[in-house]
């Protein structure tokens, strides 16, 4: 990255490390900030059905995509390296292929390079999938033939929406009922702490004595799914510093 780093150490002491990079204060609108990503659940019918080739040399990385995409239709094939992924897209013709570059026996790119070289590979989307930062590499691996390129590690929503950009599928999304907010909370009451054992309220009055933000969000960590409410509650009331609250609530309770 064009910088540099320094250690001191001394026995004793402690150490310290010090770098120094080549940086540009980024402009706000530079920056992409994704808001809320919709929930996918399937494919709007009548659409064709399309073939997706998942080419990684690590099985979990392969399982993932698959345990995503799968549920939702797609026809799915797999190969740990380039050459495999070359022998299966000549007799599959699958639509798309999501293609890590650095695999054993022949990468991504020298195999994105052998499809994109002939007519019929054309008609196939690589999009590659790499773990690496550098703006360089990303004009490296379009001049490969790839069509796009995706970071690992990946947000769901980024694979979707990337399939849909070149493969023109559509999908149903999840409609998901916004949390509500501070403002619409119901107050917390001493009925709602006392679903809790005795020794888990003691633990949480402890705390709100000491002012100790982390204790009691690890305490409310402890509550069971089916108290979410309550949970929130709580959360909502350490976050805006009403521990108060909570003390003067918890000291109903005869510890």
Known sequence: MGGDITV?????????????????VANKTDVEIEQNPRNVIALKPHQPRCKILIVDDRPTNRLLLIKLLQPLGFELKEAENGKQAIEIWNEWQPNLIWMDMRMPVMDGYEATQIIKGTTKGNATAVIALTAS?????????????????????????????????????????????????????????????????????????????????????????????????????????VDNFQLKTIRKLLESFDF
């Open 133 to 237: 930062v550098l703006e360089e590499q990303k004009a490296i691996i379009l001049s490969a033939g790839c069509d796009d390129f995706v970071r690992k590690p990946f947000r769901e929503s980024i694979i979707f929406e990337t399939m849909k950009k070149h493969l023109g599928v559509e999908y149903i999304y999840q409609q998901e009922t916004p949390a509500p907010t501070a403002s619409e909370l119901p107050s917390l009451t001493v009925e709602d702490l006392q679903v809790m054992p005795s020794e888990w309220l003691e633990k949480l009055y402890d705390a709100t004595r000491a002012l100790d933000d982390d204790s009691i969000l690890e305490l409310i960590e402890q509550i069971p799914v089916e108290q979410s409410l309550l949970a929130e509650k709580l959360t909502n009331l």
């Open 8 to 24: 001191k150490s001394k026995v004793g002491k402690g150490t310290t490390f010090r770098f120094q990079i080549q940086v540009n």
